[in-house]
């Protein structure tokens, strides 16, 4: 006959493990959501920062006098 081997848990260690389960997926999705703000703040700053650098492009394209070919006619 074959001896099975039987693993005996004590009721306060199974407890323990337990938590330890629910705190590290918790831990894992801060970690994922800080790294998600990060990035949208930074994605964020970034379109910010280019629709000043278009809008100032705009006015100076625009705010030009009169070009050569228009002042003759």
Do not use: H
Request: net charge positive.
């Amino acid at each position: 006959m074959k001896k099975l081997k039987v693993k005996v848990i004590k009721k306060g260690a199974a407890e323990a493990s337990s938590e330890r389960k629910i705190q590290q997926p918790t831990k894992a999705r801060d970690a994922a959501r800080d790294a998600v703000k990060t990035v949208t703040n930074w994605v964020n700053d970034f379109q910010s920062r280019k629709r000043e650098e278009t809008y100032i492009a705009f006015e100076k394209l625009f705010a030009q006098g009169p070009q050569a070919s228009e002042g003759q006619a």
